[in-house]
Each structure stands twice: as structure tokens, then as C-alpha cells.
């Protein structure tokens, strides 16, 4: 876990202390004060779920804007299996736990936080799915048709031929093949973004796996029928994941939720130059109504 705020950062996760160094060197002096704590500042938490698998710490560049006016607790992944992962991702919550508590998971995090929600209602007052990839299994080979279009022709064959490897041996390389390649067909005009990104090619194959099995035995529409906190779904109208295959099967199940499309925007929301200010206004808005209506 990597905790965020106006007046402490604290870290204390298990993955390779090059990547804690490399985490905490982006730090400016502001986010390492340890003053008193204003009173505003428990009352507004905001914990981030990095997708991946096996991505931890490229929601750092969020972490610190968000840290601004939150008190932020970054969840970094280091288990390998589901069951395992929300256990971990409810150990920070409870840590963070302190007024509001908004969970807001990115890509294949949008995924963890949901079935966090599912299985532990109550302890989250919002939920915010980001980049969130198609809850059901007919929707998929849009995502790829999609990416290979924003592709080069040479850029599209290497993207083909990275999946087909880690279908066979997963390596931290290809890894690294895959973020370069879906970083160019995922997005529409952004900042590097993924600077602190630990890949862990084992947690990919073993995660995501088991993931893709939950999608294709609609798993994951049984689980988004059982969250019981406000749902707010951000989707960028240029991600390459059909926001139709979020959205559609929630429709079919009545599942309530608030959509906010942002323009010129592809999946990575808080990376993207023209996309990303309206982005974190869209997370104010939401915090702000929370505050509001909350007894």
C-alpha cells in the first residue's frame, strides 16, 4: 500500500525495494509533510486499484494530483490469485477507512473493485470504474479490432504476435512489449504514464486467467448485481473497450449507475492531455455529492 495525503505518505508493500525507491523519489516535499492533520481530510478517502495484472504503480501520476485535495491510499497488488487480491485490497481499505471512502479501480482494477464491493458491502461508499473492459464475453474481440485500427501495420502484427506469445510462456519482457503496444492502440493523446509500473508476468498469467474465466461464465454480471453502493462508470469515447459491453448488460439487469463519457479521451483518463482535467473534476463532482447527501 502506498498512502497518499495532504499531511503524511507512508509506504509499506511488498514488492522490490528498487520499486519503493523509484515510487517515493516522485514525491515532492508537500507530500511528505507530517504536520497535524486538517479536519477536513479524514472525511474524504479515495483508494486506487492499478489494473494489470501486474501493473502496480502506474496510478502513481493519479495518486499525487488526487493527493491534493484526498487523502489518497494507492493499493498495490501482490497476490495471485482473486480470492487472495481482495483480501489484500480489504486490508487497505480498512487502514484507510476514515469518513467517505471512495474505491476506484482502472482496466482490469475496475474489475478487482467490483468484486470487492460485491463481497464487502458497506465498507465503501462509492464505486468508480475506470477504463472498465467489457463485463461480458461477446464483447471482446472488439477490444482487439479496435486497437489494431489505431496500430500501425507493423505496430498491429507485433501486438498480435506479443499476445500469442504469453499465451505460452508469460516473461516480464513481453510484458514490457505489451504495456509499449496497448499504450499506443489504448490511447488518444497522453503523458507517459506507467514511469513507476512494476509488470509482474506471473501475477498476468496466473490473475488474469482466472479473471477471463469469471467474464466467459458471467460471473461478473452475478457480482455487479450484488454492489450495493452508488456506481459510476468513466469511459473514454476513444478507448478501445467498448463502453457498450459495460453498460448494456447492467441495462439488462436494471443495475443502476451514473455514466460519464469524456471526449478526445482513450483509456487512460488521467493521463490523457485534452481528457484529464475534466477527468479529475468528474471525481470532485462525485466526492463533492457524497458529502452532500451523506447523513
Known amino acids: 500500500m502506498f498512502r497518499h495525503g495532504l499531511h503524511e505518505s507512508r509506504v509499506s508493500y511488498s514488492f522490490p525495494r528498487d520499486c519503493v525507491v523509484r515510487a517515493s523519489s516522485c514525491l515532492s516535499p508537500m507530500y511528505r509533510k507530517s504536520s497535524s492533520r486538517m479536519d477536513i481530510s479524514p472525511l474524504k478517502t479515495i483508494v486506487l486499484v492499478h489494473g494489470g495484472p501486474g501493473g502496480a504503480g502506474e496510478l502513481h501520476p493519479m495518486a499525487l494530483r488526487l493527493s491534493a485535495s484526498f487523502e489518497v491510499v494507492e493499493s498495490l497488488q501482490s497476490r495471485y490469485t482473486i480470492a487472495e487480491l481482495v483480501d489484500e485490497l480489504h486490508d487497505d481499505v480498512l487502514a484507510a477507512r476514515a469518513g467517505t471512502v471512495t474505491l476506484l479501480g482502472h482496466s482490469w ?133 467498448p463502453i457498450e459491453g459495460v453498460t448494456e448488460p447492467l441495462d439488462v439487469l436494471n443495475i443502476g449507475y451514473t455514466l460519464y463519457i469524456l471526449p478526445r479521451c482513450g483509456h487512460a483518463p488521467f493521463a490523457e492531455r485534452e481528457a484529464r482535467d475534466e477527468f479529475y473534476e468528474v471525481i470532485m463532482k462525485i466526492k463533492s455529492a457524497n458529502l452532500l447527501t451523506r447523513p
Open 109 to 241: 482494477g475496475a474489475w478487482l473493485a467490483l468484486l470487492y464491493a460485491a463481497r464487502h458491502a458497506g465498507t465503501i461508499d462509492n464505486l468508480i470504474l475506470v477504463g472498465c473492459p467489457p463485463l461480458e464475453e461477446r464483447y471482446v474481440p472488439r477490444i482487439l479490432e479496435n486497437r489494431l485500427r489505431n496500430l500501425s501495420a507493423t505496430d498491429a502484427d507485433a501486438l498480435s504476435s506479443v499476445i500469442r506469445a504469453l499465451e505460452r510462456a508469460p516473461n516480464e519482457s513481453l510484458m514490457h512489449e505489451l504495456r509499449r503496444l496497448t499504450h499506443l492502440g489504448d490511447n488518444y493523446d497522453v503523458e507517459e504514464y506507467a514511469g513507476n509500473t512494476h509488470v509482474d508476468a506471473r501475477m498476468y498469467d496466473s490473475v488474469w486467467s482466472e479473471a477471463a474465466e469469471l467474464r466467459k461464465r458471467g460471473c461478473l454480471l452475478d457480482v455487479a448485481s450484488r454492489v450495493s453502493c452508488p456506481l459510476h462508470i468513466i469511459h473514454g469515447d476513444r478507448d478501445p473497450h
